[in-house]
Each structure stands twice: as C-alpha cells, then as structure tokens.
Nanobody
C-alpha cells in the first residue's frame, strides 16, 4: 500500500505565496516522476508541474515563472513553491506519483488533495 501525504494548502491573498509538500511512503519501489495537478470547481483536472527522478521539470504555461517544483529523492518528497498567486490559482491541488509497485509494474498514485484558495 502506498500513501501520499500532502500539506501546505490554505488561504492566501493575491500576490502571496504558499509551499505544498507531498511525501510518498509504503510499498513503492522506485519513483520515476512526481507531479502536481489541480482542479478548480467546474473545471477539469490539469497538470500544473512535473519533475522526474533526474530533476527534469515541466510546467503549465499558466504557472511558468511563478511556481517551482522540486524534489528530495531520499525522502520521496515533492514540493511546489507557489509565488505571485492569483485568484485563478484557486483549486484543489493533487500530488501524483509514477512509480514501480511491489509486483514490478508501473502505475500512478494520487494524494487526497489540498485546498488552495487565493482571495482578498
């Protein structure tokens, strides 16, 4: 069983910052990529940022220059530093991990989500 524990969400004013964390634990044998998705009310879930085990990163155009994804492979943890937050960043943010199971297969795992609200 694999657990993804997210933290760091909350309410912040426009222009503010938040840092999300997601730690993976349990029966996962090798992590190849860690991602952050978000889903706003009435909208589809979208990929915000991704990072590979080799630290290659990719960002949605809407967050480039404002968000930074990073990881700590030793701790199986991924972070999302969010700066210059805007009301349109309001969403539930989900951690997503692509890794190898005990059976040797590859699959995605999802966290429970953490609410980020940007409002004055």
């Amino acid at each position: 069983q694999v657990q993804l524990v997210e933290s760091g969400g909350g309410l912040v004013q426009p222009g503010g910052s938040l840092r999300l964390s997601c730690a993976a634990s349990g029966s996962i044998f090798g992590i190849y990529a860690m991602n952050w998705y978000r889903q706003a009310p009435g909208k589809q879930r979208e990929l915000v940022a991704s990072i590979t085990s080799g630290s290659s990163t990719n960002y949605a155009d809407s967050v480039k220059g404002r968000f930074t994804i990073s990881n700590d492979n030793a701790k199986n943890t991924v972070y999302l530093e969010m700066n210059s937050l805007m009301p349109e960043d309001t969403a539930v943010y989900y951690c997503n991990v692509y890794g190898r199971t005990i059976a040797g297969t590859l699959r995605y795992y999802w966290g429970q989500g953490t609410q980020v609200t940007v409002s004055s």
